[in-house]
T-cell receptor, first 118, second 112 residues
């Protein structure tokens, strides 16, 4: 299966600043990646689908101007939280489906990024 | 949006006991998956069961699927302290979008 990494693993920023989170597919060329947000003791909520070479598709209620997604290469998708506020503090996780063997129904997740906005 | 409910929300058992988690979903599915998440980490795929299957085993895991009731269960036998984690069921949303929709999860604590 695919190996997915995220950077940074945790970040603390001040309110009003922007934070970029990277998601890398280390052994697989991912045309599609998914970004999730997870609040404490809650499930994962899909934020957006990141498509290589085209605009991301956002879920209802997710502000595309606040959560900027760039999928400029087949191995890297970035999520930028712009003008972050304390309510944006959360655990952000990316995933991709498929791997060296091709498409699979299971998704492979990055280890997540803990964002704390003070 | 969440696909459905999972119960219990939290489960605490002793090592060696069995743990059963249930999941319900709302739409028709091609398959249902179970994932595990250790605290503060990403998710790991455990098992996938197809809509034409009723039961599937993988090591100490047993998954059942009842499409008439739109429900699934995950049984972990002979639990270990290392099984302590959150467990989520997940299905694909409607349309061929590749979007995985998760249940609310069950937090399992296995006491040594």
């Amino acid at each position: 299966g695919a190996v997915v990494s995220q950077h940074p693993s945790w970040v603390i920023c001040k309110s009003g600043t922007s934070v970029k989170i990277e998601c890398r597919s280390l052994d697989f060329q991912a045309t599609t990646m998914f970004w999730y947000r997870q609040f404490p003791k809650q499930s994962l909520m899909l934020m957006a689908t990141s498509n290589e070479g085209s605009k991301a598709t956002y879920e209802q209620g997710v502000e595309k101007d606040k959560f900027l997604i760039n999928h400029a290469s087949l191995t890297l998708s970035t999520l930028t939280v712009t003008s972050a506020h304390p309510e944006d503090s959360s655990f952000y996780i990316c995933s991709t489906s498929g791997g060296i063997a091709g498409f699979s129904y299971e998704q492979y997740f990055g280890p997540g990024t803990r964002l704390t906005v003070t | 949006s969440q696909q459905g409910e999972e119960d219990p929300q939290a489960l605490s058992i002793q090592e060696g006991e069995n743990a059963t988690m249930n999941c319900s979903y709302k739409t028709s599915i091609n398959n249902l998956q179970w994932y595990r998440q250790n605290s503060g980490r990403g998710l790991v795929h455990l098992i996938l069961i197809r809509s034409n299957e009723r039961e599937k085993h993988s090591g100490r895991l047993r998954v059942t699927l009842d499409t008439s009731k739109k429900s699934s269960s995950l049984l972990i036998t002979a639990s270990r302290a290392a099984d302590t984690a959150s467990y989520f069921c997940a299905t694909y949303g409607s349309g061929n979008t590749g979007k995985l929709i998760f249940g609310q999860g069950t937090t399992l604590q296995v006491k040594p």
